[in-house]
């Protein structure tokens, strides 16, 4: 009883608002040609985001749609005061321009992966609300499906939240007790445990259908129940897998976010989060294709161990020779080339070398010397983590490619690798007992020379050795990856 008298001047608050919202001067047309333009503006920026040179633009117009579409909805339902949404764009502005400043675009992963789960939040929050708002108000009648995107809200909103905090935790490198939460952590009857809390998760969500009158505690033990799922979904997945738990989180929210609009029958939300979800399905789909894995396999599959401590697995422990070589001698093989292919990896992001890579290809470019730069689609920790590291470089986007270049490395005088490492493993295409076989790599062990800039013989994500580094025509230059390619420069300048 008291639980109830706690909500109830919330719940004239709004049906105080509901009220006025009928005589509001914003005519329902209206809103629903805003809400149509916001759409619009979410589309073709989506179209804009899929091309480098144009990716800037459609960033800005997908942002001018969300405001429309936001301040369009708080005056349609009066839900707050003009000022008091004026206020909310002025610190919601300044919060996220400060992060954006400030991250490192090291860790541009972790911010993406912790905004994907205030997304789920929210929509899991705003469930919630809904739910109270008809269980308090025995007046209301709620529809069926209004209730099942309720639940559906709740549980696709707690499983994201907790899953991308879990995987922020992952990319920080967070410690629980000692257990580093990079590494994949497993235990048994794992799977069958998640398959449970998915079942009971269902089993909560018809009570609250059923019997929505009584079914308070059946809300929350859900919205608690999903947000443990959350968790246990992910600490199962390694290092090696980040991107692809990256893109699939930015699916769910948008999944999400698809179903709170139904249950808040807006339409806006609806189209924006059906397209963040499919988009996020279809990016999820395409990385796996690159990995040569199914997505069973690698939610299921535990895959990546994170990086280690120097030293800790050596490459080549089998007796291999491996060629060391400084920036000087690196120098006389490049100005002695004709075709140079650049080969990005994580450790050219954690260097912050993207600036001294680009400057380096520009100058073999000057020199005549034809340039260009292999993207795996898996490179880094997110979708796209190497292409923003570039672009950030202002390198031009003609000077990408995919592995579609994979033909041109037997013509290729240089292979320069700069902090990749699983992607160009050739174990991948002949070890059937490795990991990784069968995954799409760059075939630089194929190119006459190939220099690999990493700070030591560390293995890569998937906690392997790399048979390219003990290959007769690698060389291997250890050091800062920003700090080598700058001497290499400097070298070729003078």
């Known amino acids: 009883m008291t639980f109830s008298r706690l909500f109830e001047p919330l719940l004239a608050q709004s049906a105080a608002f509901e009220t006025a919202a009928a005589s509001a001067g914003i005519t329902r047309l209206g809103v629903n040609l805003a809400y149509l333009v916001a759409a619009s503006l979410f589309i073709f920026g989506l179209k804009m985001l899929a091309h480098p040179r144009t990716a800037r633009n459609g960033n800005r117009l997908s942002a001018v749609g969300m405001l429309l579409a936001i301040v369009v909805t708080l005056f349609d339902r009066e839900i707050v005061h003009y000022t008091t949404i004026l206020a909310g764009l002025i610190v919601g502005t300044v919060v996220g321009a400060a992060m954006a400043i400030r991250v490192r675009m090291t860790a541009m992963p972790q911010m ?70 990079s590494s994949p952590i497993t235990f048994p009857a794992q799977h069958p445990l998640n398959l449970l809390l998915l079942a009971v998760c269902i089993g909560l969500s018809t009570l609250v259908v059923r019997d929505y009158e009584a079914g308070l505690w059946a809300a929350l033990a859900l919205h608690a129940v999903a947000a443990v799922l959350g968790v246990l979904v992910v600490v199962p997945i390694g290092g090696a897998d980040m991107p692809v738990v990256i893109s699939l989180l930015n699916s769910y929210s948008g999944l999400a976010a698809m179903s709170t609009g139904f249950v808040l029958d807006n339409y806006c939300l609806i189209v924006t989060g059906s ?30 161990t994170g990086e280690l401590a120097a030293g800790a697995v050596p490459a080549g422990g089998d007796g291999a020779i491996v060629r060391r070589m400084d920036p000087e001698e690196a120098v006389m093989v490049l100005e ?13 992001a954690v260097a912050q070398a993207q600036h001294a890579v680009a400057e380096l290809a520009n100058e073999l470019i000057r020199r005549g010397i034809k340039t260009r730069f292999a993207i795996h689609p898996v490179a ?36 320069v690798v700069v902090g990749a490492n699983d992607v160009v493993n050739p174990a991948a295409r002949h070890n059937k007992g490795s990991p990784i076989y069968g995954m799409p790599i760059f075939d630089v062990d194929k190119a006459r ?31 800062d990856a920003r700090k080598v390619m700058s001497e290499v420069l400097s070298g070729l300048k003078q």
């Not at 995107?149 to 000692?178: M, Y």
Request: net charge negative.
């Open 380 to 415: 880094g920790r997110m979708p796209g983590h190497m292409n923003v590291l570039l672009a950030e470089a202002n390198v031009p986007y003609d000077l990408l490619a995919d592995l579609s270049i994979n033909p041109e490395f037997e013509q290729c005088d240089v292979a």
């Open 112 to 181: 993406v992966g912790l905004l994907n789960g205030f997304g789920g939040l929210a929509s899991a929050t705003v469930a919630f609300s809904e739910y109270l708002k008809v269980y308090f108000d025995p007046g209301r009648d709620p529809r069926f499906d209004t209730l099942v995107t309720i639940c559906l809200s709740a549980l696709i909103g707690s499983v994201t939240f907790t899953g991308s905090v879990t995987a922020f935790g992952k990319l920080e490198g967070w410690n629980v007790r000692g257990t580093s939460l």
């Open 336 to 348: 002695a080339a004709n075709s140079v292919i650049f080969v990005p990896g994580y450790g050219m």
């Open 275 to 304: 397209l963040v979800g499919a988009s996020g399905i279809i990016l999820t789909k395409i990385m796996c294709n690159a990995m040569n894995r199914s997505l069973l396999n690698v939610v299921a599959g535990g895959f990546g």
């Open 449 to 479: 020379t190939v220099m690999v800039c990493k700070r030591s013989m560390n293995p890569g994500f998937a906690g392997i050795e790399n048979e390219l580094f003990s290959r007769p025509n690698t060389v291997m230059i250890f050091g």
